[in-house]
Each structure stands twice: as structure tokens, then as C-alpha cells.
């Protein structure tokens, strides 16, 4: 089993960036797939990027693609976003994820974190 934490969100104004952190504890980071969500105000929980176990492969939403990076630190058991150029729409409750499978990491992942507040302003 593992415990996510999110960290980092706030609020921004439009332009503006922030990171975002997930620390996670419990069983070996590093056997799991981490992936980002994030919830729009009155709307569903949709994908935002994944990152494999080693961290060598990423995906990522179009929405966010070319503008947020996700990246991951196993000696640290800690994955980050790097949110750029962020948008009002980008305003959200951002989860991060973990799942033993690169594939079910971004569909219905096993574990979740409590979320992290982003707030964009125009």
C-alpha cells in the first residue's frame, strides 16, 4: 500500500506557474506508475500526465502538452508537476495517483492523494 500527499498548489495569476509535489510513503515508490488528475469546479476528474516507474516515459493531456511537465524523484519518493504558462481553465483540484500498471495509472488508478488546490486568475 502506499499514502500520496499533495503539495504546492495556490493561487496564481494568469502566465504565472507553480510546481506541484506528491510525496508518497509506505510500500517502494519506485514499483509504481505516479499520474496527475485534476477536478475543474462543477466538473469530472479527467487525466493530466503519467510517468512510468523509472521515470523514462511520459504522457501527457493535450490540454496541458508543451505547457506542464511531470517528473519524479525515487531516491526523494517524491513526483512533481511543473505547471507553466498556466490558464484560468487550468483551475482545479489536482490529485496525484499511483498504480503498479503504466496503463491503469492513467484510466482507474489504485490510490490517490487528497488534492491540492489550484487557482488560476485572469
Known amino acids: 500500500q502506499v499514502q500520496l500527499v499533495e503539495s504546492g498548489g495556490g493561487l496564481v495569476q494568469a502566465g504565472g506557474s507553480l510546481r506541484l509535489s506528491c510525496a508518497a510513503s509506505?510500500?517502494?515508490?519506485?514499483?509504481?506508475?505516479m499520474g496527475w488528475f485534476r477536478q475543474p469546479p462543477g466538473e469530472e476528474r479527467e487525466f493530466v500526465a503519467q510517468?512510468?516507474?523509472?521515470?523514462?516515459?511520459?504522457y501527457y493531456a493535450d490540454s496541458v502538452k508543451g505547457r506542464f511537465t511531470i517528473s519524479r524523484d525515487n531516491a526523494k519518493n517524491t513526483m512533481y508537476l511543473q505547471m507553466n504558462s498556466l490558464k484560468p481553465e487550468d483551475t482545479a483540484v489536482y490529485f496525484c495517483a499511483a498504480d503498479p500498471s503504466v496503463v491503469e495509472v492513467a484510466r482507474t488508478p489504485h490510490y490517490w492523494g487528497q488534492g491540492t488546490q489550484v487557482t488560476v486568475s485572469s
Open positions: 510517468i512510468s516507474r523509472s521515470g523514462g516515459s511520459t
Open positions: 509506505g510500500r517502494t515508490f519506485s514499483s509504481y506508475a
